[in-house]
């Protein structure tokens, strides 16, 4: 089974400055990868689909990169409706699947 | 718009069986698989199995085979997830998804399950 690490756990960030947040796969998924967001009380949504694409309707300050076994979430400018927690999941080996562990992303 | 609706939350006894259900609507339900994923109350996201209503191909994560058993009902365009005999270690919220290119989207509202004696 592919595990996959986000860290770090919990990343605090003041409004309107950039937050990055990791995803190390225990071996290579390509670009395999998708980045979700979970507010509390909420369904995951999908924001980030092939390492980099934005899903629809995803604003253009979420961006994706990363190939192999490192990839990378970066939110340019936190709004107040961007404290979440985010979620990678890789899908190399379809239909198997792994998420990682989740970063919360919490107001400074 | 593409829509999963799951069946609402379930308070159960250790022992009981239950079957949860999702309807997907806005799209053809035949053509895309659907999955669950279990969390576990302050947890993280587990996959637990696939399905592919068209042909009823399924899939488990190795951590769920024999535990639960995915089925779906292509003419009613609704897929359940069911277990035999609860425990309560199985309280956690359920989600139904479904697999657009490998990922998941959109996904239920999710089904809240509570089993407590």
């Known amino acids: 089974e592919i595990v996959m690490t986000q860290s770090p756990a919990t990343l605090s960030v003041s409004p309107g400055e950039r937050a990055t947040l990791s995803c190390r796969a225990s071996?290579?998924?390509?670009?395999?990868l998708a980045w979700y967001q979970q507010k509390p009380g909420q369904a995951p949504r999908l924001l980030i689909y092939?390492?980099?694409t934005r899903a629809t309707g995803i604003p253009a300050r979420f961006s994706g990169s990363g190939s192999g076994t490192e990839f990378t979430l970066t939110i340019s400018s936190l709004q107040s409706e961007d404290f979440a927690v985010y979620y990678c999941q890789q899908y190399n080996n379809w239909p198997s699947t792994t998420f990682g562990g989740g970063t919360k992303v919490e107001i400074k | 718009e593409v829509q999963l609706v799951q069946s609402g939350a379930e308070v159960k006894k250790p022992g009981e069986s239950l079957k949860i259900s999702c309807k997907g609507s806005g799209y053809s339900f035949t053509s895309y698989w659907i999955g669950w994923v279990r969390q576990m109350p302050g947890k993280g996201l587990e996959w637990m199995g696939i399905?592919?209503?068209?042909?009823?191909?399924?899939r488990y994560s190795p951590s769920f085979q024999g535990q639960v058993t995915i089925s779906a009902d292509k003419s009613i365009s609704t897929a359940y997830l069911q277990w035999s005999s609860l425990k309560a270690s199985d309280t956690a919220m359920y989600y139904c998804?479904?697999?657009?290119?490998?990922?998941?989207?959109?996904w239920g509202q999710g089904t809240l399950v509570t089993v407590s004696s």
């Open positions: 399905i592919y209503p068209g042909d009823s191909d399924t």
């Open positions: 092939g390492a980099s």
């Open positions: 071996q290579s998924v390509s670009s395999n």
């Open positions: 998804v479904r697999s657009y290119g490998s990922w998941f989207d959109p």
